[in-house]
């Protein structure tokens, strides 16, 4: 999203825009768990059962939000729908923007320095970038499919890689930030090494 701004101007300006909003969700995300667990101080739902039919109220961690929205919701008809919707929406239009950006980060980077300027217009970079949104749109699908037969371990694992894989990258950024004198392949091998650690 960032590289699709127009110049650096703007660039700069979506960048503190998305700090505020990552803010806002991060504040917001916090207070969920603060009310989970003021709601589930004195019976927790993953071990309690239903009077009434004796099953148990959540299986899994992860469905203790949407049980507390069905509680506290089941008054008002609909708006537990509601809640479900804009759930799937805000979700869906995260992962649509994120296979986008993904697209276009391969594209300027991986894809477009290596092909002559001269053959490759901008109807057939925006042709190649379609074909990329595509690809790792169906990648993203298959990894959902693949997570939804994993089971309760995915994730864990999910936030161990994505922690190993993020410290390198803040050392890059770090590094173009702090370090005038790194140049490309100081970078480059310092992100491979790192990345090699953390997975380790």
């Known amino acids: 999203r960032y590289m699709s701004c127009k110049n650096i101007v703007e660039a700069k300006k979506s960048v503190f825009l998305n700090v505020l909003g990552l803010w806002t969700i991060m504040f917001l995300a916090g207070s969920c768990g603060h009310v989970a667990y003021a709601y ?12 009434q039919t004796g099953d148990k109220f959540v299986s899994k961690n992860d469905q203790l939000i949407p049980y507390i929205s069905l509680d506290k919701l089941r008054n008002f008809p609909g708006l537990t729908g509601l809640y479900a919707a804009g759930v799937y929406a805000g979700t869906l239009s995260s992962l649509a923007g ?8 391969i594209m300027k980077n991986y894809i477009k320095p290596f092909i002559p300027k001269e053959t490759f217009t901008q109807q057939k970079e925006v042709i190649a970038t379609k074909i990329l949104v595509i690809f790792i749109g169906f ?3 298959g990894m959902a499919l693949l997570a939804g037969v994993a089971g309760e371990d995915v994730l864990p694992a999910a936030l161990a890689s994505l922690g190993a894989l993020c410290g390198p990258c803040l050392g890059l950024f770090l590094l173009g930030i702090l370090c005038s004198k790194a140049d490309k392949f100081s970078g480059i091998l310092a992100y491979i090494f790192g990345n090699c650690i953390s997975i380790w």
Do not use: E, Q
């Open 139 to 141: 990648l993203t699908f």
């Open 40 to 51: 589930s101080m004195f019976c927790d739902p993953l071990f309690g059962r239903n009077d």
């Open 98 to 105: 994120g296979i986008t950006s993904n697209a276009n980060v």
